[in-house]
């Protein structure tokens, strides 16, 4: 980071911080670690492969009763490999496809890569996609994993993914957008998904942490491999549910129309059921909570605004919206209290995106692709833009205690920004509903490839600048910077400029947070605009952010290995006479030897886990003494805090025993 402000500490603070720990600044010496983890990745990461040259396609199944697909081994001779592959015809709907479910094959929180070659018919959009139910849901969701366009021959697609422990029948498929033409696919391969994670690289949350928050935003797709959840833990003290908090995930039809039915259509009900995986993780890992978003024209179901709850009814009057929009509101922060309550919710999106880029109100309508998605249902109701401060009214009126509200927009340095700052007067006019501006902050370092930054970095200051006039808070909610053609060194550049731009208003800014965890799980991943790459390792707009800031870092210590019995319970009692700190094979030596194994069963649990198939597994005893770092679970870090341990780079740490 260029940086004009950097956090200053004093030499004594500094130096007693680092008596208890070694700064994460200092890469400790471990020559062939890393090398390691590749060889073992790489030597036995493949969980599932078929050419179909065996003439097999068991695994293989339409879609349920009403896919009409005839899935059938056929000869091509454009197969990319061998003679055969995987024919899929009689399809009349574009999701009708071959599916492959995960169970016996998958296992739960692995991050995993998918790689096959789809045919389809002339330029035809093909989809690799994954259903799942989360636990406690009953309908199933649809992720859309990657998509390419096959133009009649073979195209590969490529994409990562993880479904959690609580999920239920998770397949993957692949499917079309558009025409429902006939396919062929081949190459079907998953693979374990590469984890490189630095553990001695600067956190992000101590690095800034003199400052604001530093957040990022998940999925419940995103956020299942036990590799992302480190990820988090290591670097960010505040998270954003990416859709999960949506109206379209919180608004609960069902239990709607059944009130409705005994004559009160005003009182939407909500569930928190789609959010809950991560709710469940920042509040097991303490981690503060941006809640998004409340009040928005998109990913809010047409049922919401229509009469008697339904998408081909009349529009509802102002009066029943105002009616509706207040228990909506009512009844989300109740549902939070009540289940939530020790989840810190430190900040809520009320009203999101209103103004065009001009600073105008939308248009009125439903969003749909003839209106590119921009039209507000919020304006074809109240005529304008007249819904916001009600919104805010409400939200003041039943959020929990400490939870600053917000208004968050896009291109927030365009001419809008005048909008923004007039509108929050308004809105504080005869009260404070009002608490602060997000920015989002999706931004572009290159155009077509061009060195030409959008928004530039002056016209980003000059946005800090505005907003921090109106006296109100200012928080960055969304923030990620696409870049072509893999040009990271000017990537890092305006990161670290951006940043530097943020620092200096600091006094105003209470939070900054990336939208996404790693690129390939980004809304934008075709354009790297994130800060670590797919394989957890750090970006070089990583190491432009955190550079030259002088910070404590965390000094917390190694903590005793065992699982805590109430918050992780142990199916299981541990059976062995004596449990040693660090020694995985339970040998009563830590050495070598042990991390070894750990890496073993980090990165292939299947074959060395303590279910795995290789006799040379790890036991649970042996996982739960090498369980060594400061997260739960067994992972490529606690194999490099061992290794640390035996080239004495750490100290010898408390022994328990299980005595």
């Not at 015809?89 to 998918?114: C, F, H, M």
């Not at 590799?227 to 995930?249: M, R, V, Y």
């Not at 529009?315 to 939530?340: G, P, Q, T």
Request: glycine content about 6%.
């Amino acid at each position: 980071m260029k940086g004009n402000l950097l956090k200053k500490l004093s030499a004594c603070v500094l130096c007693a911080a680092m008596t208890c720990s070694a700064s994460p600044c200092t890469a400790f010496a471990v020559p062939n670690l890393n090398t390691t983890a590749a060889k073992l990745a790489s030597s036995d990461d493949v969980v599932f492969s078929t050419d179909f040259e065996d003439g097999d396609a068991s695994k293989f199944s339409k879609r349920g009763d009403t896919d009409t697909s005839i899935l059938k081994v056929i000869e091509d001779d454009k197969a990319p490999s061998g003679s055969k592959v995987l024919s899929i015809t009689g399809r009349d709907q574009s999701w009708n496809g071959p599916s492959l479910a995960v169970k016996g094959i998958l296992e739960p929180n692995v991050k995993y890569d998918i790689s096959v070659k789809v045919k389809a018919a002339w330029y035809n959009t093909v989809c690799v996609s994954l259903q799942h139910t989360p636990g406690g849901a009953s309908e199933p969701q649809y992720t859309n994993l990657v998509k390419g366009v096959s133009q009649g021959d073979y195209v590969e697609l490529t994409a990562s993914f993880a479904y959690g422990a609580e999920e239920k029948d998770v397949s993957l498929y692949v499917e079309t957008w558009g025409e429902a033409n006939d396919l062929c696919i081949d190459d079907f391969t998953i693979t374990l998904s590469p984890n490189n994670m630095d553990p001695n690289a600067p956190s992000l949350k101590d690095v800034y942490g003199g400052m604001f928050k530093f957040g990022t935003a998940t999925t419940v797709s995103e956020i299942a491999p036990k590799s992302t959840q480190d990820l988090i833990c290591k670097h960010f003290n505040s998270l954003t549910a990416g859709n999960e908090l949506k109206p379209e995930n919180v608004l609960d039809r069902a239990a709607c129309l059944a009130l409705a039915e005994d004559g009160d259509d005003t009182n939407p009900q909500v569930t928190l059921e789609t959010a809950k995986p991560i709710l469940e993780f920042a509040r097991k890992n303490h981690i503060s909570m941006r809640g998004h978003v409340l009040v928005w024209h998109q990913q809010t179901p047409m049922w919401f605004f229509k009469e008697n709850y339904d998408p081909d009814g009349e529009w509802v009057s102002k009066e029943k919206m105002l009616k509706r929009m207040e228990n909506y509101i009512k009844n989300v922060f109740a549902a939070i209290k009540k289940d939530y309550s020790d989840i810190d919710f430190y900040a809520w999106d009320v009203v999101n995106e209103c103004f065009t880029d001009y600073g105008k109100p939308r248009a009125a309508g439903f969003p749909a692709e003839e209106n590119n998605y921009e039209s507000s249902p919020w304006v074809k109701i109240f005529g304008d833009n007249s819904f916001i401060k009600p919104a805010f009214e409400f939200a003041k009126k039943y959020a929990p205690e400490g939870c600053k509200l917000y208004y968050n927009d896009f291109n927030e340095y365009m001419d809008k920004s005048d909008a923004i700052v007039t509108l929050t007067k308004e809105i504080n006019s005869d009260g404070h509903y009002i608490d602060g501006i997000g920015m989002q902050s999706h931004l572009n370092v290159t155009n077509n490839g061009e060195p030409t930054p959008f928004p530039s970095v002056g016209m980003y200051r000059n946005a800090l600048e505005k907003f921090s006039k109106t006296g109100l808070d200012i928080q960055i909610t969304e923030l990620d910077a696409t870049v072509n053609n893999k040009k990271f060194d000017l990537q890092a550049d305006y990161y670290s400029d951006i940043m530097d731009a943020i620092v200096d208003y600091k006094d105003y800014v209470s939070a900054v947070v990336v939208w996404g965890t790693t690129d390939d799980q980004s809304w934008r991943a075709d354009r790297d605009p994130l800060l670590f790459n797919k394989d957890y390792s750090v970006k070089p707009c990583f190491e432009s952010i955190v550079d030259g800031i002088e910070y404590v870092p965390s000094t917390d210590p190694v903590t005793d290995p065992v699982t805590d019995p109430v918050t992780d319970p142990v199916t299981e009692p541990v059976t062995d006479p004596i449990m040693i700190w660090g020694d995985a094979n339970c040998d009563s030596n830590v050495d070598m030897a042990d991390v070894v194994m750990v890496m073993q069963a980090s990165l292939n649990p299947a074959k060395y886990g303590i279910n795995g198939t290789s006799e040379d597994h790890i036991t649970k005893t042996g996982e739960a003494a090498a369980d060594v770092d400061d997260n739960a679970g067994l992972t490529v870090n606690d194999a490099l805090v061992i290794q640390k341990y035996t080239l004495k780079l750490l100290a010898k740490p408390f022994i328990p025993t299980n005595e």
